[in-house]
């Protein structure tokens, strides 16, 4: 007895945003359309890395994530220094 899964659309449609109950009615000379917001910028020094994808083995991941909280740092932390260690064996210098 499997019931009908709901269509993704109708997920959408929960988790929309929903829109404030209207106001009680203005006369129409004081409506006033939305101003437009501003279209937000990158902010000086923002972040311009990139993301990668590494594949580990649930084992190696627990390891990894071990040694973090061992470390009072992060997985991600330590991914970096990593790969800024095989940069530098190899030559590139950090930019």
């Given at each position: 007895?499997?019931?009908?899964?709901?269509?993704?659309?109708?997920?959408?449609?929960?988790?929309?945003?929903k829109?404030?109950?209207?106001?009680?009615?203005?006369p129409?000379?004081?409506?006033?359309?939305?101003?437009?917001?501003?279209?937000?910028?990158?902010?000086?020094?923002?972040?311009?890395?990139?993301?990668?994808?590494?594949?580990?083995?649930?084992?190696?991941?627990?390891?990894?994530?071990?040694?973090?909280?061992?470390?009072?740092?992060?997985?991600?932390?330590?991914?970096?220094?990593?790969?800024?260690?095989?940069?530098?064996?190899?030559?590139?210098?950090?930019?």
């Amino acid at each position: 007895m499997s019931a009908e899964r709901q269509p993704l659309t109708s997920l959408a449609d929960r988790l929309a945003k929903k829109s404030p109950a209207p106001e009680t009615e203005k006369p129409v000379e004081t409506q006033t359309a939305p101003e437009p917001q501003p279209t937000p910028t990158k902010a000086k020094g923002a972040d311009t890395r990139v993301q990668i994808i590494v594949r580990m083995t649930p084992a190696e991941r627990k390891a990894l994530r071990q040694i973090a909280l061992d470390q009072d740092t992060t997985a991600q932390a330590l991914a970096e220094d990593a790969i800024r260690d095989v940069l530098r064996r190899h030559g590139f210098k950090a930019s």
